[in-house]
């Protein structure tokens, strides 16, 4: 969750990105410096359209862009982050953003700070999850990724896209000696790509039933987040094609 940089007063028509391209099979990248400003803009595109909670929380988008390009920018010296292109046009299509588990993405400083206020709720609804699920105390750092969003173009969804996308990502992490992989899937439909990818349900809140301080901040939305875990092992044959 995301961004810096100056507002242009066409932000608003250039956050979203065109889609109008015919759908052919993606080929998978690492995410790198000369991406950000592209994958920013799509980020900001299907993040604030297709995202279940930030569709509650009603981000601007021309305020939200700024964010997306610092949260982008924070993720390329990590090296565990990729983007799915479109094989014929090179048309960005689809990212996957990871992060080691146990880093906090606020300790990028001010700007991340206000950024991730802007979602105080989903925040906090995730972090309650985890606490439930996962003990952090016992994970070194370096062995668990945390698969912390993923989006794919509309045209291209349902055709592996989001599958190769985290096949990818858990190649990398499993080569630089990762041993587990966790995802918080805020619908079915995330959830059911990464069960294709092997993951297991953990653990499950609801919007309905989520409270912060008193307050339903979801009420009325249905579903909840998921909370899905992998095991990573050195002898897996992780597959890297999107034909799933």
Not at 25 to 50: K, M
Request: charged letters at 25%.
């Amino acid at each position: 969750m995301v961004q810096e940089g100056a507002w242009h007063a066409d932000d608003r028509e250039r956050a979203i990105p065109d889609t109008h391209a015919s759908p052919s099979s993606p080929r998978i990248v690492p995410l790198r410096e000369p991406d950000v400003e592209a994958a920013a803009r799509f980020y900001t595109g299907v993040f604030l359209r297709d995202e279940p909670t930030t569709r509650r929380h009603a981000p601007d988008p021309v305020r939200f862009l700024p964010y997306a390009r610092f949260y982008v920018r924070s993720l390329v010296s990590m090296e565990l982050s990729f983007l799915a292109r479109d094989e014929s046009t090179g048309e960005l299509i689809g990212f996957v953003f990871c992060i080691d588990l146990l880093d906090d993405p606020a300790q990028e400083g001010p700007t991340m700070v206000e950024f991730l206020s802007q979602f105080g709720e989903a925040v906090a609804m995730i972090d309650e999850l985890e606490a439930r699920h996962l003990d952090r105390e016992s994970i070194p750092r370096g062995s668990s990724l945390h698969i912390f969003q993923i989006g794919v173009d509309g045209q291209y969804r349902g055709r592996g896209t989001a599958q190769a996308l985290i096949r990818r990502a858990l190649v990398n992490a499993r080569d630089r000696g990762f041993e587990q992989a966790v995802a918080d899937c805020t619908n079915s439909t995330s959830k059911h790509a990464f069960e294709r990818c092997g993951f297991a349900e953990r653990g499950f809140s609801s919007y309905e039933s989520f409270d912060m301080d008193g307050v339903r901040f979801f009420s009325g939305l249905e579903g909840g987040i998921f909370l899905m875990v992998k095991d990573l092992h050195p002898e897996d044959g992780v597959v890297l094609t999107a034909g799933l």
